[in-house]
Structure formats: C-alpha cells, structure tokens
C-alpha cells in the first residue's frame, strides 16, 4: 500500500508542538460526554448577557411604559401575551444555541488505536488538526474560541457564545427569527403609541412622565431598528446556507465542494431535524437527524488497504492529509 500526502492551505498556524502526536491527549471517556457544554469566553459571555439584558428591557417598556396604562384591556392583553411568548421562545433559542454542542469532534482522537479503527479504504483521505490533535471529518473547521473542530461549522458568533455548526444551527435560526419578530412587533407597537399621545394628553398616556417616557419609548424604537436589520439579514443568511448546502466559511472561502450535494428542502429537513411540523419551530425539540460519525460511515476495507503502525505514525507526525491507495 502507498501513502500519498495531500496537502491544503489552512488558517491556522504550523507550530511543531501541535504535530507530535506524544502531545495529543487521548478522548475523553464516554463517562464524561455528558457534561453540559458551556464555552468560556469573556466576550462571548458579555455578549450573551447583554443580549437577554436587551430582550428584558424591551419586555419592560412594552409592559410598563406602553400596555399597562392603557385604557384598551383587550389589546393589552392580546399584545402583552403575543410579546412575551415571542420573547420567551427567543431567550429559549438562545439558552439552546449557547449551551447545545455544535457538533465538536472527539478531541485528541488522532491515535494510532483511532487510525487503525477506521479501517480507511482505498482512495479515502483523512485530515489530522494539529490544533486539537483530531482527525477532522469532511467540512469541518477548526474554531479557535471554542479550541475545537466542529462540523459543518459556519461561524463563532459571539452573541450566543458557541460556534453555529450541524447541531444547533436550528436554535440559532429560531434565535434571529423570533428576535426578528419581537422587533417588529416592538416597532409597531411603539408607532401606536405615540400616535395614541399626539392625540391624548402625554400625562394619561404613561406611568412615567412625557420626558422619561419619550426617552425610553426612542431607546426602544433605536434598539428594535437596529436588532430587526441585523437579525433579519443573518436569518435569511442561515436560511440561504442551508438550502444551498454550504456554510459561511465554505463560501467565504469559495471552496469548491467535495460533497454530495441536497436539495434545500431536504436541508431543511436535517437541520431542523426531521419532515415539517409544529416542532421545527420548538426550541425544546431535540433533532432526529444528524449526520454519521466519520468512524460509522468508514467500511472495512481489505486487509491490502489498512495502514501499517509505521504509516500511521508518519501520519501522526506530521500535518498532512493521506490519501490510502492500492499498491
């Protein structure tokens, strides 16, 4: 068998404490997969913070400042109710795509145990990050907050904390549209409202007085625009991304796929985990659909086509691709 080196540009550094494979740590027990995933990230978390202090402050004009002194009980309840349930679902989705795994891979499972367990066919290549000591399965990227190749990885984003990847896209999706939605509800809302003052007397109109008033009611309307815009392009961005098939990094990168394409409504269907229904829109919904581990997905090969120990520990040695071909 001949082992053929195929390498690839990567953003990462090439430092040679990250190619020895003495320095790769082997993965963690089954024992402990079940931990919560958290990242911790400064930033991530200030974010993550500032973002439920946001939905909170919105929730407290809307209730407070424009529906409570109300003089209409119905549309106060109507609105107050649609509000808050939106707002929950969001904050819900969020909690969801910070704390879900995004599809990490085993870390420090670039062993000659894990190598020679794959059983790598003829023609199958294999990508060892030196990063985090792992062997990468097909569209993985390696993230450098969370310290770990994920799948289909499409960015870290600091708002939630945790890179966006093949399981918990769908949270992430739920996030921006249902922030989407309280924005524009919020807009409409505080749009009513001051024509509901123009025409009464400022004082009536509010608890607090018409200076405080108009202070949080333009803070609102400034926050709503703002988070409406944002939240409306990336959700229409994941949407895009996962009907076509390619993640933000594979675009950014324009990299020519090596995959087998699906169709968008069949992606769909994988990242929110399953034929449409009510649950797609269900942050506390688990998804059904997930794509096969790298290990399951490898066949036994013939006994011609398994790597030697010698092989496997050039491999280990150095930050390559190989590809395993017939003699």
């Known amino acids: 068998m001949m082992i053929t080196p195929v390498y690839r540009f990567r953003d990462i550094e090439r430092k040679p404490e990250y190619l020895q494979p003495e320095k790769c740590v082997p993965p963690p027990s089954r024992a402990s997969l079940g931990t919560m995933w958290f990242i911790r990230d400064g930033c991530g978390i200030a974010c993550a913070v500032v973002t439920w202090m946001l939905v909170f402050y919105a929730d407290f004009v809307v209730l407070l400042v424009m529906l ?9 309840v ?5 509000f808050n349930t939106l707002a929950f679902l969001a904050l819900a989705s969020h909690f969801r795509a910070m704390l879900t795994d995004p599809g990490a891979v085993p870390k420090g499972n670039a062993t000659k145990e894990f190598i020679e367990s794959l059983q790598l ?3 199958q290549v294999v990508y060892k990050c030196p990063k985090c000591c792992s062997i990468k399965p097909d569209r993985a990227h390696h993230c450098s907050v969370c310290k770990r190749c994920i799948r289909k990885m499409d960015h870290h984003c600091p708002w939630v904390n945790n890179c966006v990847g093949e399981n918990n896209q769908k949270y992430f999706v ?13 807009l409409i809302m ?3 409202h001051f024509l509901y003052c123009f025409e009464e007397d400022w004082t009536k109109c509010s608890s607090f007085s018409p200076p405080t008033t108009v202070i949080l009611l333009i803070l609102l309307c400034f926050e709503a625009l703002l988070f409406l815009i944002f939240t409306s392009v990336m959700f229409g961005t994941q949407v895009h991304s996962i009907c076509t098939d390619e993640t933000g990094i594979e ?8 995959w087998e394409k699906i169709s968008g409504w069949e992606g769909m269907k994988l990242a929110f985990g399953g034929a449409f229904s009510l649950g797609w829109f ?4 688990d998804l059904n659909c997930k794509s096969p581990e790298l290990a399951e997905a490898a066949a036994a090969a013939p006994a011609s086509a398994i790597m030697t120990q010698e092989e496997i520990e050039q491999f280990l040695a150095r930050d390559v691709a190989i590809q395993v071909l017939h003699e």
Request: net charge positive.
């Open 121 to 123: 066919k003829p023609g």
């Open 282 to 285: 269900n942050p506390f919904s």
């Open 78 to 82: 109507i609105n107050g109710t649609l």
């Open 190 to 192: 505080v749009g009513f």
């Open 68 to 76: 409570v002194p109300s003089r209409d009980y119905v549309y106060s």
């Open 251 to 258: 675009r950014l990168k324009n990299q020519r796929p090596t």
């Open 174 to 186: 739920l996030f921006t549209m249902y922030i989407a939605l309280i924005s524009l509800h919020a």
